[in-house]
Structure formats: structure tokens, C-alpha cells
């Protein structure tokens, strides 16, 4: 039986459990992830979107795009990206870094390396993909 993982926003308004069956998970470096996270690079995990569940806060959430089709979920009080409804809204792309317990799965390649930041270099091994696979 796979257990349950804890993650949380910064300021711990917004905390959901996920199970830890993660089907996919990547580095992406795509402009709107990188302006999503202020970061290099998104690293997220794919499952299921019923394999997660807000567990406090669900007042606390700012929708961004289309709540009924792709949109990212934050915390409204402090703005962490905590995940990402894709595929049409059956599938969650979870921010690794809000995570507070450990997933089994680990990053398999880098995406959208062709837009990636130029300041920013890829320095492991991972398979590198122009776009998304």
C-alpha cells in the first residue's frame, strides 16, 4: 500500500495529502513555469487528480486560468504555486519543493529545454527535451 504524502504552501494556510503514485515526474523549464515559480525551472510530479486532496484551507485557494479545464492552484495568502490541474482536469502536476514528505519518484528528464533561462545551466545527467517529451 503506498502512503500518503504532506505538502503545504509557505505559510501553511493551504496543506494537501497526495498519494505517493506519482505516474511521471519532470524538470520544466517553460517560461510560464518559470514565472509561475520565479525559478529556473518547475520540478513536478503527474498523478491523478482524485489522488489529491486540499486536507486544510480550501478557502485559502487563488485559482489561476480555468477553474473547469487547465488552471494552477496557489495559496492566496502567500502565493505558492502548490499544483496544476492539466490534461483536462484529470491529471495534478504537483510542485516537488511543496511537498513536506518525501515521494518515491524522482525527476526523469528536463522539458521545454528550448526556452529554457539562458543564465541557467543544466548540469546532470537527465535526458533534455525541446519540448514536452
Not at 46 to 65: H, V
Request: glycine fraction near 10%.
Amino acid at each position: 500500500m503506498n502512503s500518503l504524502l504532506a505538502g503545504r504552501c509557505l505559510c501553511g494556510a493551504v496543506q494537501y495529502a497526495v498519494k505517493d503514485e506519482f505516474v511521471y515526474a519532470l524538470n520544466c523549464h517553460c517560461s510560464n513555469c518559470r514565472r509561475a515559480t520565479g525559478s529556473a525551472f518547475k520540478p513536478f510530479a503527474g498523478i491523478e487528480r482524485n489522488k489529491l486532496g486540499i486536507t486544510q484551507g480550501q478557502d485559502d485557494l487563488l485559482i489561476f486560468g480555468d477553474e473547469n479545464a487547465a488552471h494552477d492552484v496557489h495559496c492566496k495568502i502567500c502565493g505558492s504555486l502548490l499544483f496544476s490541474v492539466v490534461r483536462e482536469g484529470e491529471f495534478a502536476h504537483v510542485t516537488l519543493g511543496t511537498l513536506s514528505d518525501t515521494p518515491t519518484i524522482r525527476p526523469t528528464a528536463h522539458i521545454f529545454v528550448g526556452s529554457k533561462a539562458p543564465w541557467y545551466s543544466i548540469t546532470d545527467e537527465l535526458p533534455q527535451h525541446d519540448e514536452f517529451g
